[in-house]
């Protein structure tokens, strides 16, 4: 029994009996539904995009954003978010541990830079989803911030942001179909699928499945 | 509902169609400003402004949408015309995607009325104009 064989029956064997509903196969694997995609992860795009610009605001010397004055406006909120410690009253942080994180940075004067990366990190997720390029990556960063500023005590949009990525990264190979993923992701490829840039395509790759074909579809039996 | 049914059940959208909901959407895009009163929102002063940018920007693209509209619908029964009855499909698509950024791109996305009107509007151009191309194109494939 080849390895191909071998790997398709024991998906196979051990697959849940429990069949996936329609709407899922068209969500997350019918590329079909990008228009849908196409309006959430542009509007996820835009919020994240919208947020980046109003830190960057360099140029605004008396309503700077984060990267303003050395980070003075993050260095500010990080104080807020430190000013009572866990299990006070009003205390914005729940967890020691992130507690200690952000004091941590805070101390050390990490703000400073911390600012820029938080900056331009909302500014790279937002064009990232907007242009469709990576765009489960980009999710992905976007829920890291998201859950980043949760555990910092500040709700806000971060929970509607936070579950809207997550389906997004669901949909991976669908939700950048109508944008750069439909080209970008066939060349660069996946760890368990060898990519037309990365990796030596043979024949039998694209035979087995473990290439993505040139057209991005399905590859032929 | 599988898929293939919900397929099915949008197999009836076509581009003469999408003109129609096209017009509608081009008429909202002009009368909504009124409805909602954007120069009167209840907001700062120095919003004002940027509400009455919305109006216009308002007015213009619905113009627009409807002319494309009106396009789509004219030239039902010219199949020369089909190159371009496609490009005035992709446009609705592009317009909704430009909706979407317009609160952002024209720095009135402060205003709540605009921004919901404005991007659910988008919303729905991009659905059933995209809908529709992705049909289209799909069949051409199918049946070149």
């Known amino acids: 029994m080849n390895n191909a064989t071998e790997k398709s029956e024991n998906r196979n064997r051990y697959q849940t009996p429990v069949k996936e509903p329609g709407i899922a196969h068209f969500l997350f694997g019918d590329t079909r539904s990008a228009p849908v995609w196409l309006v959430v992860r542009v509007w996820l795009g835009l919020q994240w995009v919208a947020a980046g610009w109003s830190h960057l605001k360099i140029w605004d010397f008396n309503n700077g954003g984060y990267v303003h004055n050395g980070g003075a406006s993050l260095k500010g909120y990080w104080d807020g978010a430190l000013a009572i410690a866990p299990g006070g009253t009003g205390a914005k942080i729940t967890y020691d541990w992130y507690y200690d994180f952000l004091k941590f940075l805070r101390d050390g004067g990490h703000y400073e830079w911390f600012a820029w990366l938080i900056t331009f990190g909302e500014i790279a997720v937002g064009l990232g989803l907007i242009f469709g390029c990576f765009t489960a990556v980009a999710a992905f960063f976007g829920t890291i911030m998201n859950f980043s500023f949760e555990l910092a005590g500040t709700t806000s949009t971060n929970p509607v942001l936070f579950g809207t990525a997550i389906l997004i990264i669901l949909a991976w190979r669908t939700a950048g179909w109508w944008g750069l993923d439909r080209y970008v992701l066939p060349l660069v490829g996946t760890p368990w699928q060898r990519g037309k840039v990365l990796g030596k395509n043979k024949k039998e790759d694209y035979d087995t499945g473990n290439t993505i074909p040139p057209t991005g579809g399905i590859p032929s039996a | ?144």
């Not at chain 2, 009167?40 to 627009?64: D, H, Y």
């Not at chain 2, 199949?79 to 490009?87: A, C, G, S, V």
């Open chain 2, 1 to 144: 509902m599988t898929n293939d049914m919900m397929l099915r059940r949008f197999s009836t959208l076509n581009l003469t169609f999408t003109g129609g909901l096209g017009v509608l959407g081009g008429l909202w895009l002009i009368v909504s400003p009124y409805l909602f009163d954007y120069n009167n929102l209840p907001t700062a002063a120095k919003f004002v402004e940027n509400g009455s940018n919305a109006t216009l920007l308002g007015l213009i693209t619905g113009i627009i949408t409807i002319a494309i509209s009106i396009f789509l619908i004219a030239t039902e029964k010219m199949p020369q015309m089909q190159l371009y009855r496609n490009i005035g499909g992709w446009l609705l698509v592009v317009m909704g995607v430009f909706l979407m950024a317009a609160p952002y791109l024209f720095n009135y996305s402060m205003l709540r009325d605009p921004l919901w009107n404005l991007q659910l509007t988008g919303a729905v151009f991009v659905l059933i104009a995209g809908y529709v191309m992705q049909e289209l194109t799909l069949r051409d494939k199918k049946t070149s």
